[in-house]
């Protein structure tokens, strides 16, 4: 079983039964896994976190450490502007409506990547009806052999798209440049992506001169995960990686990195109430509150909080006790697997069950969780 942090746990124990499920994020923790982060890579290289549905709290704990943020959505800069008005902040992916555009544009003091021409006539639209300036970032597809192999699907533009990004800003003074922003799958090892990140300065470079832009910046998203949910590290070796791209930035460049992933989901629990214990065709099955698997594959553990209060029946309480268990989720009367065959050393009918944040979201039937956020 996973062992929570003590000051998850705690908060666990003082949970009702119908209080739960909830998600809970250590703050304090969030907020050592950013400064670990920033402290692996060299202050000429700007870090950026990806933040997709933030809970309160977390931009604040994260600002002190990132040079900045990227979002997916207005709402996501929404969350940045309420806790921190003046961070730097970016909005990226494809498919950006005209909505979204033109709000992200009215918001102001925000840089937008841009996936295709579309987009950037969307951009140049409304800039020159809000009568304002706009910064953008264009999205390029990584070189071959660079990790575009290993990217699900186009990442960016390429090469004809790009020209048509050129004569589209021709005379077009409300929308900026400022430079080139790329990404690849998740590597095993910091000195591949360390070889790659080199492959796509290489390939950026001279679009750079293109767009007559003199100081560049180059954002590397993806390739280095944050460290893993639940876990006290992850594999990747962010030092290493750091003091990679520390000779990479030739003068008057800028080089920034994301991870993979949101930061918040290695400080964020996913607690739930067991509603059921039994044994099928010899198999130990638990059937918790709500929680449904989003992932390619289930988590391999979990954690058990013991809750003292979770039983209030006069007969014995259900139990499985050291042997593994197959914990499933009560979803519209079915039951859907979250965890497949997890030792416990014991779980019981009203106990809590953990599962790091990234990986489950409220099922059906009930509301949705309420989030706490722990700063003590």
Not at 286 to 302: F, K, N, R
């Amino acid at each position: 079983m996973i062992e929570l942090p003590k000051r998850v746990h705690e908060h666990a124990l003082t949970l009702s039964a119908d209080q739960l499920p909830v998600r809970v994020y250590d703050l304090p923790r969030l907020d050592a896994r950013g400064r670990a982060l920033r402290d692996s890579l060299p202050r000429s290289v700007e870090l950026y976190f990806s933040l997709h549905d933030p809970p309160p709290g977390a931009v604040s704990a994260l600002a002190r450490h990132a040079s900045g943020f990227e979002v997916v959505s207005t709402d996501g800069l929404v969350a940045v502007r309420r806790e921190r008005p003046a961070a730097r902040a970016a909005l990226r992916g494809p498919g950006k409506t005209r909505d979204e555009i033109a709000a992200a544009v009215a918001a102001g003091n925000a840089v937008l990547h841009v996936d295709s021409p579309e987009e950037l006539r969307l951009i140049l639209l409304a800039a020159r009806y809000a009568g304002r300036g706009v910064d953008v970032l264009l999205r390029v597809d990584p070189p071959e052999g660079a990790g575009r192999d290993a990217l699900a699907g186009p990442a960016g533009m390429d090469p004809a798209a790009l020209v048509e990004c050129a004569e589209i800003l021709e005379g077009a003074a409300l929308v900026r440049p400022l430079g080139f922003s790329t990404g690849t799958a998740d590597r095993p090892d910091a000195r591949t992506l360390g070889r790659l990140a080199k492959e796509m300065l290489d390939a950026l470079r001279p679009w750079s001169s293109m767009f007559r832009i003199d100081r560049p910046q180059y954002a590397i998203g993806g390739g280095a995960p944050p460290p893993a949910p639940g876990r006290g590290g992850g594999g990747f070796d962010w030092r290493q990686y750091g003091s990679l791209l520390s000779r990479l930035a030739a003068p008057g460049e800028t080089l920034r990195v994301t991870p993979s992933g949101p930061p918040e989901p290695c400080c964020g629990w996913f607690l739930t109430r067991v509603l059921d214990v039994k044994h099928h065709l010899g198999r130990a099955v638990a059937v918790v509150a709500g929680g449904e698997w989003i992932g390619g594959s289930p988590p391999d553990d979990i954690g058990v909080v013991p809750l003292e209060t979770g039983w209030d029946r006069p007969w014995p309480r259900p139990e499985v006790a050291a042997e593994p268990v197959t914990v499933t989720c009560r979803d519209a009367g079915m039951e859907r697997v979250l965890a497949r065959d997890v030792p416990v050393d014991l779980l019981r009918v009203g106990d809590a069950v953990a599962f790091p944040a990234a990986f489950t979201t409220p099922a059906a039937p009930g509301p949705p969780p309420r989030v706490h956020t722990l700063t003590a």
